[in-house]
């Protein structure tokens, strides 16, 4: 068997499993979706959303990127942040980064990784010069590395702060709540570094939009 074929394979095992505990479960995920969770997460296949939080289908609105940025002209995370504060009225958004994140490495270094990539990881990079009396000051390359981790998701944390997006829905509902957190490939744990609750004014006033439609 093919290991594309092993993955279907599986896919009916799953669906299988799923009708065995309950007969109406796909009938019901088929009706609606009302998460209460954005995750914007890492693309490393080590770091599935629901996998880690033990949630299941319906439950996440889930967007993956390299290093789980947030950057304000990336129209598709834009869309899918929009997407699911205004409509889908999430409680909370997650930025979930990952210690030993391949993203951050390549950024602490000066490799080329071509046009594209080198745009995205500059991104970080930033991050890095904005924090680098800290970062080089810790002589332990790992322990560096999981400290820039760090800073980035505190880094994107408050770049959805910024966004008209979430100010908008904070003047309306009061809601969601920003959540930085990093999770651990060595113990599979989860660790909440930062929290940013509606109507705490977290950004410069230069960021804050007025007469929000």
């Not at 995920?29 to 033990?54: H, M, Y």
């Amino acid at each position: 068997m093919n290991s594309y074929e092993k993955l279907l394979q599986n896919n009916k095992e799953w669906a299988s499993s799923k009708l065995d505990i309950d007969p109406h479960f796909f009938d019901n995920l088929a009706e609606t979706q009302k998460p209460e969770f954005l995750w914007i997460g890492c693309s490393d296949s080590r770091v599935p959303a629901n996998e880690v939080t033990g949630t299941t289908s319906g439950e996440i609105f889930v967007h993956r990127n390299i290093a789980n940025l947030v950057v304000h002209t990336d129209i598709n995370l834009i869309s899918v942040l929009e997407y699911a504060v205004a409509h889908l009225k999430v409680k909370h958004v997650i930025v979930c980064g990952h210690y030993g994140c391949g993203g951050v490495k390549a950024a602490m270094g000066n490799g080329d990784f071509h046009q594209v990539l080198n745009m995205w990881l500059r991104v970080i990079k930033d991050v890095y010069y904005k924090h680098k009396e800290e970062l080089n000051g810790i002589e332990d390359e790992t322990a560096r590395a999981n400290r820039l981790v760090e800073l980035n998701v505190k880094e994107q944390v408050e770049k959805l702060a910024k966004t008209s997006i979430i100010q908008k829905a904070w003047q309306e509902r009061q809601a969601p709540m920003l959540h930085g957190w990093v999770y651990g490939l060595a113990d599979g744990q989860l660790h909440s570094l930062h929290t940013i609750a509606p109507g705490s004014n977290p950004v410069d006033p230069i960021y804050v939009y007025e007469n929000l439609q």
